[in-house]
């Protein structure tokens, strides 16, 4: 006896629903596996990216503390430059007083009517290149001739 012929095309029916049910879980297996993949690669991606810009970060911050000495100092140094020239000026005040000063009083003694005698010898440390810089009216004070 053998199995009736509408049994035989529902079993072979059935047999190939399951064939392409299985064909298409396949294909939706296959295709979340490729969608799993492209997303790893993604994340990866990213990963590495968020990493570079993470070092990359640290060494902004290293940049920018190395700046911030590096402004420090030079403020440093400006500060002191800025003195050390306050210092010249008020020598050059107190320069430019005292030779004020001296040429007054050689006025006042070439008015008064002769040239009173020396009384500031030559400094020895004085060497004669540095005499022939003075002006003339600083040789007078140290007696020397002019």
């Known amino acids: 006896m053998g199995v009736p012929y509408r049994t035989l095309l529902r079993i072979e029916k ?58 420090g100092a030079l ?3 400006r500060t002191k430059v800025e003195a050390q020239i306050e210092e010249a000026r008020s020598d050059a005040r ?4 005292a030779l004020a000063r001296a040429e007054e009083a050689i006025r006042q003694e070439e008015t008064a009517g002769g ?12 060497s004669q290149e540095q005499l022939n810089w003075l002006p003339p009216l600083c040789t007078r004070t140290l007696c020397l001739s002019v």
Do not use: I, M, W, Y
């Not at 993604?42 to 700046?67: P, Y």
């Not at 020396?118 to 440390?125: D, G, K």
């Open 14 to 71: 059935h047999f190939k629903a399951e064939q392409v049910a299985r064909r298409k879980a396949e294909e939706a297996a296959a295709a979340a596996d490729r969608q799993v993949q492209a997303e790893r690669e993604v994340r990866e991606k990213l990963e590495l990216e968020l990493k570079n810009r993470s070092a990359e970060g640290e060494r902004t911050a290293a940049l920018k503390a190395a700046l911030a000495a590096e402004r």
């Open 75 to 77: 403020e440093a140094e």
């Open 94 to 97: 107190r320069s430019a007083e």
């Open 115 to 126: 040239r009173a005698p020396c009384a500031s010898p030559v400094p020895a440390s004085l």
